[in-house]
Nanobody, 126 residues
Framework: QVLLVESGGRLVQAGRSLKLSCAAF????????FGWFRQAPGKEREFVAAITGAGRGTKYGDSVKGRFVISRDNAKNTVYLQMDSLKVDDTGVYYC???????????????????WGQGTQVTVSS
């Protein structure tokens, strides 16, 4: 098991930037691939970004491509999500997730992830 703690969510104006962090505690950090997902009120959980264990492979949801960047610092056991040019539609609870079944692949499906954080709220105002 890996304990995940997200931080960095807050209210921000459209067009601005925000950086989320996900600190991991427990098993070997580099053995896990990570993903960010988000959920807006009344909507299903949506894939945002994923990164492999070594950090060499990434994938992004279509709605965030070119605006968001996922990265990881294996020395700090932390995964980041840099969000630029934020839009009102980016509003939601952002969840960090970890998986060790296929850490060499950036996984986009939520069911593959077996560890989830509690989420951090991001609200983008117009």
């Amino acid at each position: 098991q890996v304990l995940l703690v997200e931080s960095g969510g807050r209210l921000v104006q459209a067009g601005r930037s925000l950086k989320l962090s996900c600190a991991a505690f427990g098993r070997t950090f580099s053995d896990h691939g990570f993903g960010w997902f988000r959920q807006a009120p009344g909507k299903e959980r949506e894939f945002v970004a994923a990164i492999t264990g070594a950090g060499r492979g990434t994938k992004y949801g279509d709605s965030v491509k070119g605006r968001f960047v996922i990265s990881r610092d294996n020395a700090k056991n932390t995964v980041y999500l840099q969000m630029d040019s934020l839009k009102v539609d980016d509003t939601g609870v952002y969840y960090c997730a970890a998986q060790d079944s296929q850490p060499w692949i950036p996984i986009i499906t939520s069911t593959t992830y077996n560890n989830w954080g509690q989420g951090t709220q991001v609200t983008v105002s117009s």
